[in-house]
T-cell receptor
Framework: GAVVSQHPSRVICKSGTSVKIECRSL??????MFWYRQFPKQSLMLMAT?????????EQGVEKDKFLINHASLTLSTLTVTSAHPEDSSFYIC?????????????FGQGTRLTVV | DAKTTQPTSMDCAEGRAANLPCNHS???????VYWYRQIHSQGPQYIIH???NNETNEMASLIITEDRKSSTLILPHATLRDTAVYYC?????????????FGQGTRLTINP
């Protein structure tokens, strides 16, 4: 399957600082990428849809000024957690869709574990 | 909201077939059924998807009932590495952002 790479895989930051997470589609172009957040023992929660060359679409309850998304190219989307606080500690996962066959499968990055101290 | 219902957890013996059910009684005609799994602390992995015909690939088989209101994912010879949370998702293929909305999934444990 197609490869989606996230970086970093783990990050620890101090409260009040900002953290940037990168999501790259390595062997295909992705006009749309998705960002999820997952708390321990819970399912993935969609945060926003990242569209190349336009503003991201945020899900209800997700603060767009806190979670800045930039999708500047067809292979890269970034999520910046601004002024991070301990409650932002979570597992952040991106996905990108690859066209193929009879459907359009979405492929996921390996996730980024953010710990805010 | 997720449009599927799955059992919270299941157990299966290593080497046996694991059959994971999913109910999607409100599925519409142009929605596909997707299955993903998530091994602890990793991103979800695509397994298989289908519309109305049964599908098989190197990982699993997908059996969709004739009325399309339910489906079963079959792992023919489960191994310990198949222990994971399995998500059944329905998604429209046309229009919009085609986002995947995850439910709670089934936590499958393969026992030696």
């Amino acid at each position: 399957g197609a490869v989606v790479s996230q970086h970093p895989s783990r990050v620890i930051c101090k409260s009040g600082t900002s953290v940037k997470i990168e999501c790259r589609s390595l062997d295909f172009q992705a006009t749309t990428m998705f960002w999820y957040r997952q708390f321990p023992k819970q399912s993935l929660m969609l945060m926003a849809t990242s569209n190349e060359g336009s503003k991201a679409t945020y899900e209800q309850g997700v603060e767009k000024d806190k979670f800045l998304i930039n999708h500047a190219s067809l292979t890269l989307s970034t999520l910046t957690v601004t002024s991070a606080h301990p409650e932002d500690s979570s597992f952040y996962i991106c996905s990108a869709r690859s066209l193929g066959g009879s459907g359009t499968e979405a492929f996921f990055g390996q996730g980024t574990r953010l710990t805010v101290v | 909201d997720a449009k599927t219902t799955q059992p919270t957890s299941m157990d299966c013996a290593e080497g046996r077939a694991a059959n994971l059910p999913c109910n999607h009684s409100t599925i519409s005609g142009n929605e596909y059924v997707y299955w993903y799994r998530q091994i602890h602390s990793q991103g979800p992995q695509y397994i298989i998807h289908g519309l109305k015909n049964n599908e098989t690939n190197e990982m699993a088989s997908l059996i969709i009932t004739e009325d399309r209101k339910s489906s079963t994912l079959i792992l023919p010879h489960a191994t310990l590495r198949d222990t994971a949370v399995y998500y059944c998702i329905v998604r429209d293929q046309g229009g919009g952002a085609q986002k995947l909305v995850f439910g709670q999934g089934t936590r499958l444990t393969i026992n030696p």
